[in-house]
């Protein structure tokens, strides 16, 4: 990966194999760390950000951020993936709910708050994600788990009755989350023109529930 070069005594961050534990006060600085990182790259965009930034912003000496992060594409990946974390946590097709129709309401809802929440971090995953491999891979994992969850979730339905035997239930989870989130990354980070939320979102429930052939 290219960017910055850290100490070649640079400590290993907490999260791999074999690192020491962190202490309370430890702990605290390397938060602190990932919190100004993730707003120095929503201010300055990947490629312009650089470590002195970064720990200027979180008001820690320079060679601190190297105890815990090796480079600033490590702890972009740290920001990254918690970002994720919070964003596949809401499920497409959420097992629990009223009914299916309603789940899935709830679940684009719940998707769309957290959308908004993060969408000046998601343009920056949009640019970071065109070179990075190591971060497209990252994607990938969380991407793949909420497909998978979705997936099942539309085999369940299957099995009730409630949707079409002869639909491909993963691909059909591909395919909605893909509407669901190009939309979103359109209205949200794009700013492209597009109807009130209230009714992109009720448009977005309209056609998933449609494509699966529920009861609305």
Do not use: C
Request: neutral net charge; without cysteine.
């Amino acid at each position: 990966m290219s960017g910055e070069a850290g100490p070649a005594d640079a400590a290993k961050t907490g999260a791999d194999a074999g690192a020491a534990p962190l202490t309370e006060r430890g702990a605290r600085t390397r938060a602190r760390i990932v919190a100004a990182a993730r707003e120095v790259f929503e201010e300055r965009g990947f490629l312009d950000t650089r470590v002195a930034h970064i720990t200027r912003h979180a008001k820690v000496a320079y060679g601190s951020f190297y105890t815990y992060f090796p480079s600033k594409e490590a702890v972009f990946l740290e920001v990254a993936d918690r970002l994720f974390q919070e964003m596949t946590q809401h499920d497409l097709l959420p097992a629990a709910g009223p009914s299916p129709a309603a789940r899935v309401r709830r679940a684009n809802r719940g998707y769309y708050e957290a959308y908004r929440r993060n969408a000046k971090m998601m343009a920056i995953i949009e640019q970071v994600a065109t070179f990075n491999v190591e971060f497209q891979e990252l994607r990938r994992k969380h991407r793949a788990g909420a497909i998978g969850r979705s997936a099942k979730a539309i085999e369940r339905w299957q099995r009730a009755g409630l949707v079409d035997p002869g639909i491909d239930a993963e691909m059909a989870a591909r395919a909605l989350a893909a509407m669901v989130d190009h939309s979103l990354y359109l209205w949200l980070v794009q700013g492209e023109d597009a109807p009130d939320t209230q009714r992109l979102l009720d448009t977005l429930d309209d056609l998933t529930i449609r494509a699966l052939g529920l009861q609305a």
